[in-house]
């Protein structure tokens, strides 16, 4: 999922950001590297259950349950 930043300019030509850029800024974001620190996979918890997110060979994300 990716995200774009929409800004307009202000009247004296500086750039401001738009109510979409201030709604998209509240999800928190993470790196894949700091996520995955060096490894191929890492399990998730999530209520009880253990998910698994890996990389694979073509640098694409897997998660399965």
Do not use: C, W
């Not at 300019?9 to 894949?32: C, M, V």
């Amino acid at each position: 999922m990716t995200g774009t930043m929409q800004q307009a300019k202000d009247e004296d030509g500086s750039r401001q950001s738009s109510p979409t850029t201030a709604a998209a800024s509240q999800t928190p974001r993470f790196k894949s590297e700091d996520l995955f620190q060096q490894q191929r996979e890492v399990e998730i918890d999530h209520q009880g259950r253990i998910y698994r997110l890996r990389l694979t060979q073509m640098n694409k994300l897997i998660l399965t349950a």
